[in-house]
């Protein structure tokens, strides 16, 4: 199993957020993860990455502990969190995901920048790499985070609602792009909104408190809209 | 006679602009991390606090007799300890990081004013800490100012790019297998050895306008950090310069007048941008 989770427990001082929380992704699987405001998404995600550390329970990535392998990891955090007056251009952010990479003087060696360039090619926004990165819109920033997130080949790819706050048009490209990723990663993808990507997904998780793993079958219409009546727990 | 004139027969003044210079060229590099970090808060107690360690020397110096030590051994000592402070607090106690900053803050002042007063001789020491006195700079303390200065330019060019993914995405900087704590904390200690350098320019109470303001206005003409480095550390270097200046021909105390040059430059700049905005 690429992620393994197992009687999770995580609460911030003492307000439980996650309780008794299993999990079992394997290599390849095109993860979604869905659930109301405040249910804990990003919270696990946030110990997928071993930021967090579990109260209880315990996280396997690829057969070990998340810190140890968190160069493995790419990860595209929520856009608006970020300062839009940070000197720095989109191609200088998508090298972030190169920082391995740099020399004992401090200058990253030309083919970290050629895999940025690529990234950024592969996010449509090569045209855009000299450009700030607080000057783009909330797609492009968003597009630019996810060239980051890929520029170091990942294994596991953990998407923080990557499609919140853009077009539709930028939707589609994000949703193609991570169609061309399936397979080739393991694809963790946060997102309120289901309906574009519910025939993609290879496995469906509902976060509430507790994980609850579905069956496509299972999803009723009005569900799959977006809106939160899941139903019943197997 | 004017300041160049001077500048020919004053060797004081020589060696004064000397150390302006220097403390201009770090201060605007560092002073380009805290203004995209946002840690001028920290940097404010960081400057506050050294008052506590440069007292602690003189007091050393003058009652235990103690001739080697001076107070800027003390500034220095000081603004280590509180980097490192700060810096257990900032990731320990994030949540009361505010206040514990704050309290080290007027910690630090309060002892330095304690350890001045309890020193015998002259305090004029103390009105130097707090508003700096650039013909106050020794002959040793420009090899230390000069050392210090290249330990900030060496430490940021080594490691900018880590700084700044720590600046901007600490989580990105901890996925890349960046120590993030390490950095941040050596971030801290070089803004400290940064300020040091700044005391003898402006004085501890008025650090601040010299770190953030250059910077701040860097950054309104450019997103590059490299450009934003470069103009803060011209505009900082000329703060000084005029500041020397000004302070000389009307002889005025030269670290206040340093920081209302640099408040000055600000407050245009901000006019510029309201009226253009209209």
């Known amino acids: 199993m690429t992620v393994d989770v197992n009687a999770l427990c995580f609460s911030y001082d003492k307000s439980p957020v996650l309780e008794d929380a299993s999990l079992k992704i394997a290599c390849g699987d095109y993860a979604v993860i869905f659930g109301p405001n405040g249910g804990g998404k990003t919270t696990f995600l946030k110990l997928l990455i071993g930021g967090l550390k579990p109260t209880g329970g315990t996280i396997a990535l690829m057969g070990q502990e998340p810190a140890k392998v968190r160069d493995k990891l790419g990860y595209v955090p929520q856009v608006q969190r970020f300062d839009r007056q940070f000197p720095i251009s989109v191609l200088e952010l998508v090298l972030q995901g190169c920082l391995s990479q740099l020399r004992w003087w401090g200058s990253y060696p030309p083919e970290a920048k050629d895999a940025a360039r690529a990234a950024l090619a592969q996010v449509d926004l090569l045209h855009k790499e000299k450009d700030a990165f607080g000057t783009l819109s909330g797609g492009e920033m968003q597009r630019a985070l996810i060239a980051r997130a890929l520029v170091g080949n990942p294994e596991i790819l953990l998407l923080d609602e990557a499609t919140a706050h853009v077009d539709q048009k930028t939707q589609i490209l994000i949703y193609d792009l991570l169609l061309k990723m399936k397979g080739k990663m393991t694809i963790l993808m946060v997102t309120h909104d289901l309906q574009p990507i519910l025939e993609k997904a290879t496995r469906l998780v509902c976060i509430n408190r507790r994980l609850t793993l579905y069956a496509k079958e299972e999803m009723c219409g009005h569900f799959a809209l977006g809106l939160y009546h899941p139903p019943p727990p197997r | ?252 105390p030269p670290g206040a007048t340093i920081a209302l040059v640099a408040a000055l430059l600000y407050a245009a700049r901000f006019l510029f941008r309201k009226s253009s905005s209209v």
């Open chain 2, 1 to 252: 006679m004017n300041l160049i004139e001077a500048l020919f027969t004053s060797p004081f003044l020589v060696m004064a602009l000397l150390a302006g210079l220097a403390a201009s060229v770090s201060s605007g590099i560092m002073g380009g991390f805290v203004v995209i970090k946002r840690i001028v808060f920290i940097s404010g107690s960081i400057a506050h606090s050294v008052l506590g360690g440069m007292g602690f020397c003189l007091w050393l110096r003058r009652t235990q007799g103690i001739e080697w030590i001076t107070p800027m051994h003390g500034a220095v000592a000081a603004a280590l300890l509180s980097a490192l402070i700060i810096g257990w607090i900032h990731l320990k106690y994030k949540e009361r990081e505010d206040t514990a900053i704050a309290a080290l803050w007027s910690t630090g002042m309060a002892l330095g004013v304690v350890f001045i007063a309890l020193s015998p001789g002259y305090n004029v020491e103390l009105m130097n800490y707090l508003f700096g006195n650039l013909l106050w700079v020794s002959h040793s303390d420009i090899g230390l100012l000069v050392g210090l200065d290249l330990i900030v330019i060496a430490a940021t060019a080594l490691f900018r790019h880590r700084f700044l993914t720590i600046c901007f995405d600490e989580t990105q900087a901890y996925l890349q297998k960046v120590p993030v704590r390490f950095f941040y904390i050596l971030l801290l200690c070089l803004i400290a050895l940064s300020v040091v350098l700044l005391i003898q320019v402006v004085g501890s109470i008025l650090v601040i306008a010299l770190l953030a303001i250059p910077a701040t206005l860097a950054g309104s003409y450019t997103y590059r950090f490299s450009k934003m480095v470069a103009l803060a550390v011209l505009i900082a270097c000329l703060c000084t310069l005029l500041g020397t200046a000004a302070a000389y021909q009307l002889n005025w």
